[in-house]
């Protein structure tokens, strides 16, 4: 009888996976846990969830979490916790921004916009102090 069993090494390969996701929340977020690269040029940007949305005086999630409506972007729909990659992928969908620019556009927009907060490549990716 032929039997079909999922090799060993699959599994452990698995667990580890799941393992080396660091069990993080937006409190102590330092750095965007951004899943949806395949390879990084740069270091991730820093980024201190909680405590820069207070600094930066932003209350309301949807102000970066928007939903998706007929494929365009839903201002009013709270997507809190779900990845960005969920929607932009790295590599870009035809009518998507793709995910780097996704990022890049929403940070830098709005710190161009308000004349505040990094614009240099340097001042996002750098170590975490
Ligand atoms: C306001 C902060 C900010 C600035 C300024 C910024 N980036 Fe980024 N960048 C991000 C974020 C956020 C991501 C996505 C998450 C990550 O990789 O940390 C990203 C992703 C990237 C990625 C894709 C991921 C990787 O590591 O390869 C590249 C490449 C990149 N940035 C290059 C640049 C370059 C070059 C500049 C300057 C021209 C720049 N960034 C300026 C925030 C910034
Ligand atoms: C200035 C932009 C911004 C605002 C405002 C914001 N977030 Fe986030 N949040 C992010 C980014 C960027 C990520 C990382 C997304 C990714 O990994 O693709 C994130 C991730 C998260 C995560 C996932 C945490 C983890 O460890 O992966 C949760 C939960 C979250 N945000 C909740 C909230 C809630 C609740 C609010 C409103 C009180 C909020 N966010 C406001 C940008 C923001
Ligand atoms: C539920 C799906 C979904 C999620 C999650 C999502 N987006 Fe979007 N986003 C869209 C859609 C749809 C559009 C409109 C089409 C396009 O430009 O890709 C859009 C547009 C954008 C744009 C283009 C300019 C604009 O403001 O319209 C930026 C920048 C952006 N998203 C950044 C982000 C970032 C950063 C995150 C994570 C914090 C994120 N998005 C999470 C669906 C999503
Ligand atoms: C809606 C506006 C807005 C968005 C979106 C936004 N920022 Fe900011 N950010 C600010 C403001 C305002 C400041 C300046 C806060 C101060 O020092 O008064 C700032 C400051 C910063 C700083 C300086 C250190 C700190 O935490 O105060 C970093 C780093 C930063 N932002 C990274 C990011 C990244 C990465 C993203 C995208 C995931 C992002 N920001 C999205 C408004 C924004």
């Known amino acids: 009888m032929k039997r079909r069993t999922i090799p060993l090494a699959l599994v452990a390969l698995v667990a580890a996976c799941f393992l080396a996701i660091p069990a993080l929340s937006q409190e102590d977020m330092t750095t965007i846990p951004d899943q949806g690269f395949a390879a990084h040029t740069r270091l991730p940007a820093v980024f201190n ?16 979490h928007h939903g998706e409506k007929d494929g365009k972007r839903d201002p009013s729909q709270d997507t809190s916790g779900i ?10 969908k035809p009518g ?26 340097g001042d996002c990716h750098r170590p975490v102090k």
Do not use: W, Y
């Open 83 to 92: 990845p960005c990659s969920d929607c932009h992928t790295a590599a870009g």
């Open 96 to 121: 998507r921004t793709p995910l780097m620019r996704a990022f890049h556009e929403q940070c830098m927009g709005c710190h161009m916009a308000k004349k505040k907060g990094p614009v240099t490549c």
């Open 49 to 64: 969830h909680d405590a820069h949305n207070e600094k930066a005086g932003i209350s309301d999630c949807t102000t970066c």
